[in-house]
Every structure is written in C-alpha cells, then in structure tokens.
C-alpha cells in the first residue's frame, strides 16, 4: 500500500470551487450503478423483452429488435443521467450554495475537509438532525477517487463521532443509497449500524425501488 499524508481541517472560503467539483464528480460516479439497478427491475425487464418479442414477430428480423433494444437503454441512460444531474445540481444549490453560512455560522454544524499537498482530496459535513435534538447528521462525506483505500473516509467519519461527543450529541445518523456498496462498508467498519430502509419518497423512487439505509453510531 502506498503511503500517502493528508491532513483533516476545518473549509475554508477558499475551497469553495473545489469542495463543490469534488461533490458532483463523486456523485456522477454512481449513474452506471443507478442504470444497472433499473435495469434489473422485473417489470423493466419485462417491458423489454415484451418490445424485443413484438418487434421480432412482427418483422421477421432480428436487426430490428436488436436495434430498438439498443436505442431504447441508450435513450434510458440518458434520462437517468440528466435526473441524476438534476439531484446533484438541487444538493448544490442547497446547503453546498454556501457553504460558509450552513455549515460554519452555526456552532452545532460544521464543514471538514481532508488536505493531501494542498489538495482537498475528501469532505464531510455535519448538522443537527431534523428529527431529534439528541442525533448529529453526517452528510456529504466525498473521497477523490485516487485517493481512497487509504483511510480517509474513516478518518473523516471519526472526525464528525468526535464533533458529536464534543456537543454532548448521543448518536450519529446518516443516510446513504442501496447502491453506495463501498461507503456502506466503510460506515460498518467505523461502527455504525444499520437501523431502518425505506424508499426513496418519489415517484421515480417507488418506479425503481431506490432503498434508502440509515445508520447509526450510538456514542457512549
């Protein structure tokens, strides 16, 4: 394993730009896993081989099912593409519009980012849940993709445990995607728990099954 230092430190104005690219370019790496897992829903699967079966009854030839087959899932990943994009453009002009005032006005929220030759390379944040008093939220939590495998996700995640301790918190919550393999794991060996799932509470959430895991990091 190669050695690599890096450092966790509060954001500053200045990274701005970069802790925004390194948000949306961490989220568009999930578009081939959404497309997969759309793609091995039952009734989309149904959907296809019904129009592959029709076409190929009705002309006779496989070049043309083969063909619509093939424009109809190029045609998907666009569309799941540009909502995807959609999403990541709603999380940048919500709380990572301004980062400075959501994150580092207020006492109990705070903005981290982990430095690697003075590059941000990984980021986490943390704020008050909307549920209960007692639970710190950990969101935006992005590694540089050449840069993880190192222990920087970890190292980010007990930055926002020790946060949580600090401010007297009992528990530290987050939420990730059923298709969030590796950050699943990397949660699990921290310490946290899986406590609930639910789908996600839209429409294309509920047409694709898109399963929502919550977990916990109870602090003693």
Request: proline letters at 3%.
């Amino acid at each position: 394993a190669v050695m690599v230092e890096y450092r966790i430190r509060s954001y500053e104005g200045s990274d701005y730009e970069v802790v925004r690219d390194l948000f949306s370019h961490g989220m568009s790496e999930y578009v081939p896993s959404v497309c997969f897992h759309v793609l091995m829903r039952p009734w989309v699967l149904f959907v296809l081989i019904c129009m592959f079966l029709s076409l190929l009854f009705s002309s006779k030839s496989l070049i043309l099912p083969v063909l619509a087959i093939t424009l109809t899932l190029a045609l998907g990943r666009q569309f799941l593409g540009y909502c995807w994009n959609l999403y990541i453009d709603h999380c940048l002009k919500e709380d990572l519009c301004n980062i400075q005032k959501t994150y580092m006005e207020d006492p109990n929220c705070h903005f981290w980012v982990a430095e690697s030759e003075d590059h941000v390379v990984g980021t986490v944040a943390a704020k008050p849940s909307d549920e209960t008093q007692e639970e710190l939220l950990l969101k935006r939590m992005s590694v540089r993709k050449d840069f993880r495998g190192i222990g920087i996700a970890k190292a980010l995640s007990r930055e926002v445990i020790a946060f949580a301790r600090q401010r007297g918190y009992r528990s530290v919550i987050l939420n990730t995607l059923m298709i969030q393999h590796e950050a699943q794991g990397m949660y699990k060996s921290v310490g946290f728990k899986k406590y609930t799932e639910f789908l996600l509470p839209t429409v294309y959430g509920r047409l694709i099954n898109l399963t929502i895991s919550r977990y916990r990091y109870d602090i003693p």
